[in-house]
């Protein structure tokens, strides 16, 4: 059981460039998220899901696309990188119930040059 | 609007001493709350969650939280720090899945 995989662990671009995160669960789980993380602003909320084809946008979904076709994969797209999405990106899922704990991948490291 | 403070940016202690980190929030219901940890270039590991009855809470590593509704507050709290407790700890509050994260606080352990 892996849990929760991102890739790549690291990933530098130029401004202007495109590239799509890979984010995977192995826990059947319903619910997936991508949440970004900068120094001094905690984990904010990018896109999420709630089950395959049905995505939503959080508290900062500009300039990032989502789809979930299956209810294993979740992956988030730069569609032209700008040096603002410089930030560590974190996927996490979780199951349908109240209680249930929401786990996390170890994150993607994205350099916007 | 709902949100999360955890007003301690950076927190320093010595190794055997006693640990509280605060964490104040803001929502309309009986919120559900977790405490995160997060490692040097690691992801996050949930130390524990409250989501209704007792309010003290017993989480991994020695962790407890204490529930206040009164003071909107869930602190983490740790009898003993060890050295390897050193870390970044995140406070959240979920209205549901969507969780919502304070800024965290980091925390430095002196031999």
């Known amino acids: 059981n892996a849990g929760v995989t991102q890739t790549p662990k690291f990933q530098v671009l130029k401004t202007g460039q495109s590239m799509t995160l890979q984010c995977a669960q192995d826990m059947n789980h319903e619910y997936m998220s991508w949440y970004r993380q900068d120094p001094g602003m905690g984990l904010r909320l990018i896109h999420y899901s709630v089950g395959a084809g049905i995505t939503d946008q959080g508290e900062v979904p500009n300039g990032y696309n989502v789809s979930r076709s299956t209810t294993e994969d979740f992956p988030l797209r730069l569609l032209s990188a700008a040096p603002s999405q410089t930030s560590v990106y974190f996927c996490a899922s979780r199951g349908t119930g109240g209680a249930d704990t929401q786990y996390f991948g170890p994150g993607t490291r994205l350099t916007v040059l | 609007a709902q949100s999360v403070t955890q007003p301690d940016i950076h927190i320093t202690v010595s190794e055997g001493a006693s640990l509280e980190l605060r964490c104040n929030y803001s929502y309309g219901a009986t919120p559900y709350l977790f405490w995160y940890v997060q490692s040097p270039g690691q992801g996050l590991q949930l130390l524990l969650k409250?989501?209704?009855?007792?309010?003290l809470v017993q989480g991994i590593k020695g962790f407890e939280a204490e529930f206040k509704r009164s003071q909107s507050s869930f602190n983490l709290r740790k009898p003993s720090v060890h050295w390897s407790d050193a870390a970044e700890y995140f406070c959240?509050?979920?209205?549901?899945?969507?969780?919502?994260f304070g800024t965290g606080t980091r925390l430095k352990v002196l031999a």
């Open positions: 409250y989501f209704s009855g007792d309010t």
């Open positions: 959240a509050v979920a209205p549901f899945f969507k969780y919502i």
